[in-house]
């Protein structure tokens, strides 16, 4: 097999330069971590409170099932349409407004 070269730009910032150029992108980065941090600790968090709370692990079960319900439904459908729309509008619905 024959490689190809990539031509890479000579100019262009790197990851670390991007937080002194810019304080939106810092924002927004801290931002993302931040939701994903606390959507993850919902995932542990919850079905152990439940199960606390009830003392019955189909309960626990039941909620975490019905928890995942949205997920399974319209993940598949976002992933297309997102994949058909302009790129741009999904990042500016999700972004920081001023």
Excluded at 7 to 15: A, D, I, V
Excluded at 41 to 56: A, F, G, R, Y
């Amino acid at each position: 097999m024959s490689s190809v070269r990539v031509k890479q730009r000579e100019h262009g910032l790197t990851f670390f330069q991007l937080f002194k150029k810019s304080p939106h992108f810092t924002s927004l980065l801290l931002g993302q971590i931040f939701s994903y941090l606390g959507s993850s600790i919902t995932n542990v968090i919850m079905p152990i409170v439940v199960l606390q709370e009830t003392k019955s692990a189909a309960t626990m079960g039941t909620v975490m099932a019905v928890y995942m319900v949205p997920f399974i439904l319209l993940l598949p459908f976002s992933g297309v349409l997102v994949d058909k729309m302009n790129k741009v509008k999904p990042c500016y619905w999700n972004s920081f407004k001023e």
